[in-house]
């Protein structure tokens, strides 16, 4: 009987360590393979179409070059400021999510209708926002003249007013998202918070802001690193808004530079150089949210 139960112990750990294994699998071949490639190949001139083993070994001139290139310092500064998108986002679905969370009627059609544009296509989305942003015959245009503004913002031609456009179009398509994170983090806090703060008088502003925020941080905190990593990754809508780089390079990114040195002038080397400074930068900014967030659950 003994001799069985071993003999069944060990084909359970055997089955254990080959579904552990499955996702080890996946982790080395789609990442730390590419991830390590990616390195090598930035210290590299490889033409993109030939063998990465052929390429010829040039150190840190991708680098050296990449720090030269202004075009790569406008690209990153472009990125970063798409992310003001992020705190903007986050303020809009946070009051929303509060107000379709009251128990009120017909607020499932509401949640339904504000998750619409993160299912709809980015190509219809970013269509619709090109003709509503038109100089002339744009609907915000025609609006703004409406109300008695007489010279309303050239939205698509104007470097100072086309990466609004992207935040805004971000904005509205990334906010169903975060409300269904805020209202599912609402209904996990528990009743007696607000009951106990009912009988000590606490008017809903102040439970909002002393019960609710805090309690909601592991959901803002997990939508600020998503939100982090998805803007720096920002590419499709830049480029199907606006014809190109946009008015003197306004809306260009970096993974915009990056794609197009890789696929389009060949630069597979030079491309990888700007993926692991990309890489690099994000890695760093994530590691410090997370030591902060440790820092603050620490302290309460």
């Not at 038109?134 to 050239?154: H, R």
């Not at 019960?211 to 480029?239: D, H, K």
Request: glycine share 8%; charged share 10%; with cysteine.
């Amino acid at each position: 009987m003994k001799r069985k139960k071993s003999y069944f112990h060990v084909w359970d750990n055997i089955w254990g360590y080959a579904f552990v294994l499955i996702p080890l699998i996946g982790l080395v071949v789609f990442v730390l393979i590419p991830l390590c490639m990616t390195v090598y190949a930035s210290f590299t001139s490889w033409p993109l179409g030939q063998s990465i083993t052929s390429a010829k070994w040039v150190g840190l001139d991708n680098y050296i070059t990449m720090f030269n290139t202004p075009l790569f310092w406008k690209s990153l500064g472009n990125t970063f400021f798409y992310m003001i998108g992020i705190p903007i986002g986050l303020v809009l679905s946070l009051i929303y999510a509060a107000l379709m969370n009251r128990g009120t009627r017909y607020e499932k059609v509401f949640r339904v209708i504000y998750y619409t544009p993160v299912i709809t296509s980015t190509v219809a989305v970013s269509f619709i926002f090109q003709r509503m942003f038109m100089s002339d015959g744009g609907v915000i245009n025609t609006y703004l003249s409406a109300i008695g503004i007489k010279n309303p913002p050239n939205w698509m031609s104007h470097p100072a007013y086309t990466k609004w456009v992207i935040i805004i179009m971000a904005v509205w398509k990334g906010l169903g998202n975060s409300i269904i994170m805020y209202i599912a983090g609402m209904q996990g806090i528990s009743k007696t918070y607000y009951e106990a703060a009912k009988i000590d008088g606490a008017g809903w502003f102040y439970t909002f802001r002393k019960i609710t925020v805090p309690l909601l941080m592991p959901v803002t905190f997990y939508l600020v690193v998503t939100g982090i990593i998805g803007g720096a990754q920002m590419y499709v809508e830049p480029r199907l808004v606006f014809a190109g780089n946009g008015p003197a390079n306004s809306t260009f990114t970096t993974v915009i530079h990056l794609y197009d040195n890789t696929f389009r002038y060949s630069k597979a080397g030079y491309g990888s150089a700007v993926a692991t400074v990309l890489g690099v930068i994000v890695f760093v900014i994530t590691a410090f949210q997370f030591y902060m967030n440790g820092r603050r659950e620490r302290n309460e």
